[in-house]
């Protein structure tokens, strides 16, 4: 039986070392590498001139460098493009390329579904298939970046795709030392952005290993509703969620603001009442705000709230000193923001509804 090859494309530079010194050479080797495959998009061992022929072989018995494939890719009339993923094991996840006037951003997903039953969250209502490897997940850049022709570099990366990232750390953690690495994508701290439904160990956890923007899926500011729609909460309260936040931000000297996230769902947490409750519990927490108003999707009884309660709920918050933004929802033509599409292309290609939504998108 033939050994299972080993996938380069999520290996940090830690590991591509060790790889190379285990075929007996040198470190540099791992930045050769690197610079080939994230730089410079090449995935065949042959194209990689500066490794010997014997190398090259060698690399063909025991290794490959497989991305993910783009099953379908829907561009929405403002230039948003959504793709449809399939993994290996036949889970479909979905990214999404958001082109902006300064920037380029890339949403990614980390699980195929998410465990976590947020009530207002199609991914959430599919329920978890499985985590992705910091292959699959890198790999989405690595598409994004090189699949088309001429593409232009992706310039910011948001974890706000499918799936809890928090939930499957370590090869999260991997895919950012790619993402960060100067013989890789070389983005800054500022430039990638991991969102959480408020996993707090695991926000502890980040906050030793890596330095990158945080966003907290607040979405309620009591307990009560909180437990309601976002589950999670019943395990970590708000409490507990917003200490580590400010640890979060003590932590590393270099860490200015968190993003907090707001849906505004109409009639569940988009009052004034709530925007006051909000004022009140984010006291002492450096943030800004980002109200994204609900993405209604197929099975899910919540509307997204009026435009005049989201413009009250935003002057309210502005009124009291909070910096707010309001996210801006894209991409409608192709459920672009946080849809169903996923769900809806797996009915139309596999027969059944296995995927769900992405989860849109930090434009502010
Ligand atoms: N699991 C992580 C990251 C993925 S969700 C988290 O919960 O933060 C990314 C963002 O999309 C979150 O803020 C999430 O609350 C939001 N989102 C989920 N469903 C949505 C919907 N139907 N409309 C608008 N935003 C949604
Ligand atoms: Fe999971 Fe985030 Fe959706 Fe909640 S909002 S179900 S944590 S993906």
Redesign the pocket.
């Given at each position: 039986m033939s050994k299972e090859k080993i996938n380069l494309l999520g290996l940090t530079h830690d590991s591509l070392v060790n790889f190379f010194n285990s075929l007996g050479e040198p470190n540099f080797k791992a930045s050769q590498f690197m610079k080939w495959v994230h730089q410079r998009g090449v995935i065949d061992f042959d194209e990689m001139t500066d490794f010997s022929a014997n190398l090259r072989n060698q690399l063909l018995e025991v290794a490959e460098i497989k991305p993910p494939i783009i099953e379908e890719c829907l561009t929405s009339p403002e230039g948003t493009k959504k793709y449809l993923i399939k993994l290996d094991s036949g889970s479909m996840i979905e990214m999404v390329k958001i082109p902006e006037k300064k920037r380029l951003t890339l949403c990614i997903s980390s699980q195929a579904g998410?465990?976590?039953?947020?009530t207002?969250?199609a991914?959430?209502h599919q329920g978890f298939e499985r985590n992705l490897s910091s292959a699959e997940i890198i790999g989405q850049l690595w598409l994004a970046n090189f699949n088309e022709e001429f593409a232009q570099p992706i310039s910011n990366i948001v974890f706000m795709g499918?799936?809890?990232p928090l939930l499957n750390i370590e090869p999260v953690l991997d895919s950012i030392s790619l993402m960060q690495h100067q013989n890789a994508y070389g983005l800054s701290k500022r430039r990638i952005t991991l969102?959480t439904?408020g996993i707090v160990p695991e926000i502890d956890k980040l906050s030793s290993r890596t330095d990158v923007s945080l966003a907290i899926?607040l979405h309620a500011a009591n307990n009560t509703l909180r437990n309601e729609i976002?589950p999670?909460n019943k395990k970590y309260p708000l409490d507990q969620l917003l200490n580590s936040c400010k640890k979060y931000l003590k932590d590393k000297s270099k860490r200015h603001t968190i993003t907090i996230e707001y849906i505004l769902i109409e009639g569940v947490n988009d009052s004034i009442e709530h925007a006051k409750e909000l004022v009140k519990v984010l006291k002492g927490v450096s943030c800004k705000i980002n109200l994204i108003p609900f993405n209604p999707f197929d099975g899910s009884n919540y509307s997204r709230s009026s435009d005049n309660t989201i413009q009250a709920f935003k002057d309210f918050l502005i009124q009291k000193g909070m910096i707010t933004t309001l996210r801006i929802t894209r991409g409608d033509a192709i459920d672009g923001a946080c849809g169903q599409l996923v769900g809806k292309l797996t009915k139309s290609i596999r027969g059944k509804n296995t995927g769900n939504s992405i989860?849109l998108i930090n434009t502010s």
């Open positions: 998410c465990a976590l039953q947020c207002f969250c991914t959430g499918m799936g809890e969102s439904s899926s976002v999670i989860n």
